[in-house]
């Protein structure tokens, strides 16, 4: 073992959610909330570093170039024969809080198994190339991470002396997807997989999100009163953005970093995107348990319905205000398009965006699209940042070449290389949340190869943090479910 693995006794100072949904990333910046406070180290003993040698092209023989991939290990619970879980990291550095908390974990205890941690090429300390140049971002893709843990799975498998026992692969979010088509594409390495609120469809206009958030907040102890105000707020900035004071008094209001130039197409669209964030945001981690991680998760859905329907705040307009004040934690709000653009355009390991902004963006401008655009009238938030903005932002962060025309093509390739909602393949369940925004991109009925499980009330990826006391009955129910599927696989 020592040959290959080479373990790094550095433990994260700063640890950063495994799951950081898609949509901190939405636009490439993660908004506030992904690097939540320092964990107590104390209070785990988390695993180290370990290290894989992978290659940078899985897919040209003649490229030799090889990198070391991270990975954790915690073999706790294992008795000889047990099954070995492996999770899947995803577009954000791998937290190895997960390797001692988690429903996962839980199963691990009960089945015995093995648990493995792999982080995603790209991001985190998994660092193929030297920086993340659009020449190199080339080798970051779906299929080179696919490649990655066939690999890993292949050779760890015989390092260890695991090669003969049953692999369940597990994962959240876009490595929800990564665990389906892990399955998908190599189903002789895992026999079953768990694909937790995994958006399987790649669609490059998706406005049904915004559809999802609107439906989510109408479910807070206020009612439509939530959307009803959010669309009077909007209103109310449409006609400040006439004209110039109307501009300064927005930056007022709204606490921005810099004043807000109403005739540039970009700040604006940026602007009210920014704002809508913060619902967006808030839907997709609704009481979502991360607290463990080192997130915060106290303010829910109804925490920002309670001030957009109380009158004694003021106008619905300094109501959307207060919920921006609150989210922004009393620091200036940046919603200028050039300088998000400059952050992602940054190379650097170094650099704020190497925390997944840019290679996520990449991501959605090659593979996905996923572009939570206001493309449709069944949202509150005006029809401000449509499809165009998601696309100029491609191009002017990577270039000319990532134009409308390429991403569409990379997104139907997506589908056609994995099937989409339509895939073929046995021994996965799909868990999905109902106020989720991404269950709209995922599976939605069971059938006899695979299982859809619904969770009422819940969202992105709760079944997958500890459970706790408040726990709605249908989200105990869900995990006792998935625990029966990986048991009925096992003993296959
Ligand atoms: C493995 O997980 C168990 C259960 O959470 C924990 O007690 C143990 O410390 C972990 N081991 C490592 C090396 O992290
Ligand atoms: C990025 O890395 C490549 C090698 O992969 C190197 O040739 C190039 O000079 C680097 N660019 C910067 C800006 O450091
Ligand atoms: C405002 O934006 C317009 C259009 O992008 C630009 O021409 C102008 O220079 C900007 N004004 C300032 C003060 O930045
Ligand atoms: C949420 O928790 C943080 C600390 O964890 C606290 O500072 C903040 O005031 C809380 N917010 C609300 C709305 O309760
Ligand atoms: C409305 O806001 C006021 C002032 O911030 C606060 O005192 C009151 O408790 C709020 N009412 C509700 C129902 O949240
Ligand atoms: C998009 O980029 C591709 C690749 O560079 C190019 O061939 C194509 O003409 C471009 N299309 C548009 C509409 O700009
Ligand atoms: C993508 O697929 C759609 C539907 O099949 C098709 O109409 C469109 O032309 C394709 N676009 C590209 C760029 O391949
Ligand atoms: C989630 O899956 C269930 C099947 O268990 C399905 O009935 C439901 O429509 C799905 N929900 C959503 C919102 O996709």
């Given at each position: 073992m020592a040959r290959i693995l080479q373990s790094s006794a550095v433990i994260l100072a700063v640890l950063l959610p495994l799951v950081t949904g898609l949509g901190l990333f939405k636009h490439g910046r993660p908004k506030h909330g992904m690097l939540g406070a320092p964990l107590a180290k104390e209070k785990y003993n988390l695993p180290p570093d370990m290290w894989f040698k992978q290659k940078?092209?899985?897919?040209?023989?003649a490229d030799l170039r090889t990198w070391n991939q991270r990975f954790f290990l915690n073999g706790t619970f294992y008795t000889p024969g047990g099954p070995v879980f492996l999770m899947i990291g995803g577009e954000g550095e791998a937290n190895p809080v997960w390797m001692v908390e988690g429903a996962w974990m839980e199963y691990a205890k009960e089945m015995k198994a093995f648990c493995i941690m792999v982080e995603h090429r790209f991001y985190g300390k998994s660092h193929p190339t030297e920086n993340m140049s659009v020449d190199n971002l080339q080798y970051l893709s779906s299929e080179q991470a696919l490649a990655d843990l066939a690999h890993f799975r292949t050779v760890i498998g015989q390092q260890l002396k695991f090669d003969t026992n049953k692999w369940i692969s597990f994962g959240g979010s876009y490595p929800g997807s990564l665990s389906a088509w892990f399955r998908l594409k190599y189903p002789h390495l895992v026999v079953g997989a768990i694909a937790t609120s995994a958006p399987v469809q790649a669609q490059l206009d998706f406005p049904e999100y915004l559809t999802v958030v609107r439906d989510s907040l109408a479910t807070s102890r206020v009612g439509s009163k939530c959307n009803d105000a959010i669309q009077a707020a909007t209103h109310d900035i449409e006609s400040l953005m006439m004209h110039m004071t109307g501009w300064e008094a927005l930056a007022k209001i709204f606490n921005l970093c810099s004043p807000l130039n109403g005739t540039s197409m970009n700040d604006v669209a940026n602007f009210y995107e920014t704002l809508a964030g913060n619902f967006m945001e808030t839907v997709q981690y609704n009481k979502d348990n991360k607290a463990f991680e080192g997130g915060s998760n106290n303010i829910t859905i109804d925490t920002l319905c309670d001030i957009m329907a109380n009158d004694s705040i003021g106008t619905e307009l300094s109501r959307y205000a207060a919920v921006s004040a609150l989210l922004s934690d009393g620091e200036c709000v940046d919603a200028s398009y050039d300088k998000m653009i400059a952050d992602l355009r940054e190379t650097s390991w170094k650099s704020e965006a190497s925390a997944g902004g840019r290679q996520w963006t990449y991501q959605t401008c090659t593979e996905f699209g996923f572009y939570q655009t206001t493309d449709t009238d069944h949202q509150p938030f005006g029809r401000h940042f449509p499809l165009s903005l998601s696309i100029q932002m491609c191009e002017d962060i990577y270039g000319k070449q990532f134009n409308k025309t390429t991403n569409q093509a990379g997104v139907n390739f997506t589908n056609t290389n994995y099937g989409g909602r339509d895939i073929v393949a046995f021994n996965i369940v799909f868990p999905n949340g109902?106020?989720?925004?991404?269950h709209a991109l995922g599976i939605t009925k069971s059938t006899d190869m695979y299982t859809a499980i619904f969770i009422k009330g819940t969202a992105h990826c709760a079944n997958m943090y500890p459970a706790s006391p408040d726990d709605p009955a249908e989200l105990t129910q869900a995990r006792t479910q998935i625990r029966d599927t990986i048991q009925k696989w096992l003993s296959q």
């Amino acid at each position: 073992m020592a040959r290959i693995l080479q373990s790094s006794a550095v433990i994260l100072a700063v640890l950063l959610p495994l799951v950081t949904g898609l949509g901190l990333f939405k636009h490439g910046r993660p908004k506030h909330g992904m690097l939540g406070a320092p964990l107590a180290k104390e209070k785990y003993n988390l695993p180290p570093d370990m290290w894989f040698k992978q290659k940078l092209d899985h897919f040209n023989d003649a490229d030799l170039r090889t990198w070391n991939q991270r990975f954790f290990l915690n073999g706790t619970f294992y008795t000889p024969g047990g099954p070995v879980f492996l999770m899947i990291g995803g577009e954000g550095e791998a937290n190895p809080v997960w390797m001692v908390e988690g429903a996962w974990m839980e199963y691990a205890k009960e089945m015995k198994a093995f648990c493995i941690m792999v982080e995603h090429r790209f991001y985190g300390k998994s660092h193929p190339t030297e920086n993340m140049s659009v020449d190199n971002l080339q080798y970051l893709s779906s299929e080179q991470a696919l490649a990655d843990l066939a690999h890993f799975r292949t050779v760890i498998g015989q390092q260890l002396k695991f090669d003969t026992n049953k692999w369940i692969s597990f994962g959240g979010s876009y490595p929800g997807s990564l665990s389906a088509w892990f399955r998908l594409k190599y189903p002789h390495l895992v026999v079953g997989a768990i694909a937790t609120s995994a958006p399987v469809q790649a669609q490059l206009d998706f406005p049904e999100y915004l559809t999802v958030v609107r439906d989510s907040l109408a479910t807070s102890r206020v009612g439509s009163k939530c959307n009803d105000a959010i669309q009077a707020a909007t209103h109310d900035i449409e006609s400040l953005m006439m004209h110039m004071t109307g501009w300064e008094a927005l930056a007022k209001i709204f606490n921005l970093c810099s004043p807000l130039n109403g005739t540039s197409m970009n700040d604006v669209a940026n602007f009210y995107e920014t704002l809508a964030g913060n619902f967006m945001e808030t839907v997709q981690y609704n009481k979502d348990n991360k607290a463990f991680e080192g997130g915060s998760n106290n303010i829910t859905i109804d925490t920002l319905c309670d001030i957009m329907a109380n009158d004694s705040i003021g106008t619905e307009l300094s109501r959307y205000a207060a919920v921006s004040a609150l989210l922004s934690d009393g620091e200036c709000v940046d919603a200028s398009y050039d300088k998000m653009i400059a952050d992602l355009r940054e190379t650097s390991w170094k650099s704020e965006a190497s925390a997944g902004g840019r290679q996520w963006t990449y991501q959605t401008c090659t593979e996905f699209g996923f572009y939570q655009t206001t493309d449709t009238d069944h949202q509150p938030f005006g029809r401000h940042f449509p499809l165009s903005l998601s696309i100029q932002m491609c191009e002017d962060i990577y270039g000319k070449q990532f134009n409308k025309t390429t991403n569409q093509a990379g997104v139907n390739f997506t589908n056609t290389n994995y099937g989409g909602r339509d895939i073929v393949a046995f021994n996965i369940v799909f868990p999905n949340g109902s106020i989720d925004p991404w269950h709209a991109l995922g599976i939605t009925k069971s059938t006899d190869m695979y299982t859809a499980i619904f969770i009422k009330g819940t969202a992105h990826c709760a079944n997958m943090y500890p459970a706790s006391p408040d726990d709605p009955a249908e989200l105990t129910q869900a995990r006792t479910q998935i625990r029966d599927t990986i048991q009925k696989w096992l003993s296959q």
